[in-house]
């Protein structure tokens, strides 16, 4: 590689990863809980408690359910149902003061599916996971938060790029994994930091790119709402405003019955960001490891519970329900958690020594000057 093409790269490999380092390392950091937050939750005390009862125990219909949430939160108004896999006799509830209340605005708990009560989920609110969630998602900026961190996520990959291409003419000279103890402490930083960079390339371009996927949900969301939602909806674009809503009791019957073979994910009530004003959503999803972060969604007319529409999945809706496991690594138990933790570190382990070399490299003309400076002395 000619040395011109070598300064280009190292160019844009040194401005891509300073401009997005800090915000990298920010990432990295708040990202580490979150792996495990299920086990912090434990830990706190923050996860949900559900009774003893027998195995056996009957669960509530949706309508039931609806009742005792609304009883629960007075004055507010069912936003989404959703079933947790991670908690087969919790229902997860989100209420606010109207249905397009935005989702920073909700309050979130669990009912118990068998009986109803409802359980609260203090790190669904607020405290050290919520503040960790947030960081991570938005920086408490909403969506210029979300935008300004998918720009960083592409800086990072462009910098994960520009390194490989460094890396290839840098290990002519020595053999892979080289690390070379018997030079200055700057070579030797050098050396583990191009080694760990290239060791978790995989690792960190999928974590790249799907954090880059999962910061434009928004954006996401509104093309289908623009796009598929619209199509779906379009025969209610006239129709008069809903007075009262159809009872939810056989709502999950009838979306099975249209999507036979997948299984509830959750219930978009009517006037949400997942409907329409004239609809129930059943968002289905499949049963294998894969398809359950897909989703298919059964629109189901809010006053006469009969089913207009059931929708495709946009390839960019599929990009965005494969992304979010794939960059939390929650997808495969245990060992997948903490090797996601592991490689974590020592993406953080990267970031700070790249900041280390430009420093030191930063300095060393002025060394070298005031050196020079003293020696004509």
Partial sequence: MKSSTIRRWSFIHTWTSLICTLFLLMLAVTGLPLIFHHEIDHLLGNAPKFKEMPENAGRLNPQQLVLRAEAHRPGEVVQYLGWDDDEPNGVLAIMAATAGTEPNSSHTFMLDARTGDPIETPSANG??????????VDMFAGLPGKLLLAFMGLLFVVAIISGVVLYAPFMRRLKFATVRN??????????LHNLIGIV????????????VISACADLVIAAWRNESLAAMVAPY??????????PTRNLLNIAARAAPGMEPDFVAFPGTRFSSEHHYAVFMKGNTHLTSHLWTPVLIDARTLKVTAIGDRPWYMNAMGLSQPLHFGDYGGRPMQILWAVLDVLTIIVLGSGLYLWWVRRRAPASATAGQTEMAR
Avoid: C, E, I, Y
């Avoid at 018997?182 to 070579?187: E, I």
């Avoid at 674009?237 to 159809?246: E, F, G, H, K």
């Fill in 127 to 136: 405290g050290f996971m919520m503040v960790m969630l947030r960081l991570h």
């Fill in 182 to 191: 018997d030079k200055s402490t700057r070579l030797r930083w050098l050396d």
């Fill in 200 to 211: 978790t390339l995989s690792w960190a371009l999928v974590v790249g790119v799907t954090g």
């Fill in 237 to 246: 674009r006239d129709a008069p405003q809903l007075q009262t809503l159809a």
